[in-house]
């Protein structure tokens, strides 16, 4: 499975877009990006995904790289209630249905 | 729809003791995860199921672990006998099926063994 590398943590004043980086340069074409985050004390909760294409939903935005060696989740307009650890996952191939969970990156928004 | 339910909450129990974590996936969702989460360690996929079969058991961490799935709704993890190392937050989360789809997570059992 490709590794992805993320910042620790990341600051955001409420109100604000939060960009959040990760990279994963040994991505194979047929793995999807996904992101999920974690607010304290609750289970993971699952955000958004693209394989090639940016992606919007609801939540957030995802911005994949031409190359796809890195992908850029944006939170618009971010709260108080967004302060979370945000995982970017990219996806087993398709023989399982196994997501790794790195460390994250911990999402302070600040008032 | 409910999501994904988990009991108990919380746990206390002492060393030795057998622990039961109990979990009923959403009503249709075809796969069925167990994970751990320890600062030390973060989050880690212990076993899942496909259609109540288990699929992959490599993250089970010992002989101690064992889980099953009886039926479409329900399925267990337990330890037995429990160590303080076990100590952790546990999390069970189920997913439609195929390959690109989302896992949804339930809201985890507190575990402490003393």
């Known amino acids: 499975d490709a590794k992805t590398t993320q910042p620790p943590s990341m600051d955001c004043a409420e109100g604000r877009a939060a960009n959040l980086p990760c990279n994963h340069s040994?991505?194979?074409?047929?793995?999807?990006v996904y992101w999920y985050r974690q607010i304290h004390s609750q289970g993971p909760q699952y955000i958004i995904h693209g394989l090639k294409n940016n992606e919007t939903n609801e939540m957030a935005s995802l911005i994949i790289t031409e190359d796809r060696k890195s992908s850029t989740l944006i939170l618009p307009h971010a709260t108080l209630r967004d302060t979370a650890v945000y995982y970017c996952?990219?996806?087993?191939?398709?023989?399982?249905?196994?997501?790794?969970f790195g460390t994250g990156t911990l999402l302070a928004v600040q008032p | 729809d409910a999501g994904v339910i988990q009991s108990p909450r919380h746990e206390v129990t002492e060393m030795g003791q057998e622990v039961t974590l109990r979990c009923k996936p959403i009503s249709g969702h075809d796969y069925l995860f167990w994970y751990r989460q320890t600062m030390m360690r973060g989050l880690e996929l212990l076993i899942y199921?496909?259609?109540?079969?288990?699929?992959?058991d490599s993250g089970m961490p010992e002989d101690r672990f064992s889980a099953k799935m009886p039926n479409a709704s329900f399925s267990t993890l337990k330890i037995q006998p429990s160590e303080p190392r076990d100590s952790a937050v546990y999390f069970c989360a189920s997913s439609p099926g195929a390959y690109q789809e989302t896992q949804y997570f339930g809201p985890g059992t507190r575990l402490l063994v003393l």
């Open positions: 199921f496909n259609n109540n079969v288990p699929i992959d």
């Open positions: 996952i990219v996806r087993a191939p398709a023989a399982t249905n196994k997501l790794i």
């Open positions: 040994t991505i194979s074409g047929n793995e999807y």
